[in-house]
């Protein structure tokens, strides 16, 4: 079992920049696969970025490609999302989720093969 805490939303400027955290309990952390999406008000959730379980893959959506970051500490269970240059788009709440996925070498992007998510953490970013 995993349980994952979101952190680091709030409301931004266009342009500016949030580091959201997502902390996990649970001994399969280091052996997940983590991923952030993301859904607005009225949309489908979204695939945005995810780290396989040593880091040494990643993938991300093609609208945040060059602006956001994914990253993982886990000595300290926790999964990062550097997000700079937000835009008022990328307003939504974002989630993190858990695959646990040992060896793996290629990341998902579809929310089905996540097993564990987190409550989401708002981010809006004003114009």
């Known amino acids: 079992q995993v349980q994952l805490l979101e952190s680091g939303g709030g409301l931004v400027q266009a342009g500016g920049s949030l580091r959201l955290s997502c902390a996990a309990s649970?001994?399969?952390?280091?052996?997940?696969?983590m991923g952030w999406f993301r859904q607005a008000p009225g949309k489908e959730r979204e695939f945005v970025a995810a780290t396989s379980w040593n880091g040494g893959s990643t993938d991300y959506a093609d609208s945040v490609k060059g602006r956001f970051t994914v990253s993982r500490d886990n000595a300290k269970n926790t999964v990062y999302l550097q997000m700079n240059s937000l835009k008022p788009e990328d307003t939504a709440v974002y989630f993190c989720a858990a695959d646990y996925a040992p060896g793996a070498t290629v990341v998902g992007r579809s929310p089905n093969r996540y097993d564990y998510w987190g409550q989401g953490t708002q981010v809006t970013v004003s114009s």
């Open positions: 649970g001994r399969t952390f280091s052996w997940s696969t």
